[in-house]
């Protein structure tokens, strides 16, 4: 007499069996018109394509890494009414996807209020370029794909992982430049709200670690968060609180940090020393900011070479970190004491 659990044990090996030719077998076409399908082939007729589709799905079809021309779902920011992509993506998307294909996959780009596209496009895995702490709540339970999420993974999930950039020794890293120029009095503005991802928690947690560690003052007023509607007041909170340098985060700070600056008529960086993040902007500020710089390309590499070890077996999958690097320009200045 057979019990459930033998019962769930054979299909789960059912499911696992389920290929290309099981598929055609169901939509009673061949296995190169299903394969045709599955790329997104444009000369298959649409009746054909939706009968093919609806015969994956129905058997909870999912490619393997043996099945040639397997594709990466990139997840992206909704896109509908907003600008979201600008320089932190400018800057993951092009080695990312670059990456993708010199391993031999295609890379489908989902808005990410367009999940349901994963069930149609059938990926071997996914990764998330968008900074929402939702992205892999109940991942488990909506897609049989593993996904890694790119700077912004909160809890620990069965499918799901992480590659970030190390948020604590980049906040280090920039304090332990100030301090050697002199500076004691750092302020800190955090690009956005906190509670939206943990990057950001990781960041101001990091910051407030390293002026304990380099014993900083600390004065109410030196942190503020850079939310859009307030960022201009926030910078004038900063420079209130008796702030000799300032670390701006955020790929898009820097050029707001320099107009704020002006406004304010604050010299850079006889008066304030500024430490912002590293994009294509940052050496056309006045003057050219000492940046923090993400390692896009590393993280473009682990986050494939992770995909790839979490496709074949999940058990093996570790969240990893990538550290920054400061790159020195003029707007940091040695603080006479």
């Given at each position: 007499m057979n019990n459930g659990r033998e019962d769930d044990a054979g299909m789960s090996r059912a499911k696992a069996q389920v290929g290309i030719r099981e598929v055609a077998r169901e939509s009673g076409v061949s296995p190169a018109t299903v394969s045709r399908v599955l790329r997104g082939h444009p000369g298959v007729r649409e009746p054909v394509r939706l009968k093919v589709l609806q015969a994956a799905e129905m058997l909870q079809y999912h490619p393997d890494l043996s099945e040639e021309g397997g594709a990466i779902a990139v997840i992206l920011p909704e896109l509908a009414g907003s600008s979201a992509l600008g320089n932190y993506h400018d800057q993951l998307l092009p080695p990312l996807l670059a990456e993708i294909h010199r391993r031999g996959f295609q890379a489908v780009?989902?808005?990410?209020?367009?999940?349901?596209?994963?069930?149609?496009a059938f990926p071997v895995g996914a990764i998330a370029c968008a900074a929402s702490g939702e992205i892999a709540r109940n991942w488990d339970n909506r897609f049989a794909i593993p996904l890694v999420v790119i700077n912004n993974l909160g809890g620990r999930l069965r499918n799901a992982f992480c590659v970030s950039s190390d948020e604590e020794q980049?906040?280090?890293?920039?304090?332990?430049?100030?301090?050697?120029?002199?500076?004691?009095?750092?302020g800190l503005l955090i690009d956005g709200s906190p509670e939206r991802t943990i990057s950001k928690q990781r960041r101001r947690a990091g910051f407030l670690q390293a002026l304990r560690e380099f014993r900083c003052e600390t004065a109410p007023g030196l942190i503020q968060n850079g939310v859009s509607e307030a960022w201009l007041e926030e910078i004038g909170r900063i420079i209130?609180?008796?702030?000799?340098?300032?670390?701006?985060?955020?790929?898009?700070?820097g050029y707001r940090v320099d107009f704020a600056l002006n406004l304010y008529r604050k010299r850079v960086p006889e008066e304030l020393s500024v430490i912002s993040f590293e994009n294509g902007c940052s050496r056309f500020c006045t003057p050219p900011h000492t940046t923090l710089s993400q390692d896009f390309r590393r993280i473009a590499f682990e986050s494939l070479e992770l995909l790839e070890l979490v496709i074949r077996d999940p058990a093996q999958g570790n969240s990893r970190q990538v550290p920054y690097t400061l790159i020195e320009r003029e707007s940091v200045a040695s603080r006479e004491s």
């Open positions: 780009l989902v808005p990410l209020n367009d999940l349901s596209l994963l069930r149609r980049g906040m280090r890293l920039a304090v332990a430049h100030l301090v050697r120029k002199g500076h004691r009095r750092i209130r609180a008796g702030a000799t340098a300032l670390i701006c985060c955020g790929e898009s700070s």
